[in-house]
């Protein structure tokens, strides 16, 4: 009971805190924007604005449009490499996230005393993909067949040589 108090007593001087601060800011900020509505332009500039640059540099010389185009190519060369390496860091996070899952199961397992318990067992599962393969199956037919992502089944069968 004296613990709800205390929270309660706790909460309502940080709201009172904040409605202070929040006050005391429009105060301030509103005698501001007052003050520099009625005010004239400091500095009134004799200069005329530079004109924003557009687009592409087309009257600029061949070797500056060369470099231009080389630098865009980079870029997407870059942003592609990028985004592929992502894709590669997202695939090995979750099989890292289903392995530890696997392994927490097969420790609380071992902890509760089930450790005679059937424990998954990826060999079965890859001799079977491995017996499709030596059949002779296309690889989306092995896919199919097993309900497995197609990047666990090339990983399961390895680099395979092109036909």
Known sequence: MNLMAGLFESTLLGLVGLALVTAILLRRSGRYFRRTKNRPALVQSDRPTPEKPQGHHLDAPDAMRRWEVEMH?????????????????????????????????????????????????????????????????????????????????ERILGPRPAD
């Open 73 to 153: 190519e980079m870029m997407r060369d870059h942003s592609a490499r990028l985004d592929n390496k992502i894709r590669i860091l997202q695939y090995l996070l979750g099989e890292a996230e289903q392995a530890a899952a696997r392994l927490e199961a097969v420790l609380q397992q071992i902890q509760s005393g089930q450790s005679d318990s059937v424990v998954p067992d990826e060999t079965s599962h890859q001799a079977e993909i491995h017996a499709m393969a030596k059949e002779g199956l296309q690889l989306a037919e092995i896919i199919r067949r097993s309900g497995l992502s197609a990047e666990e089944v």
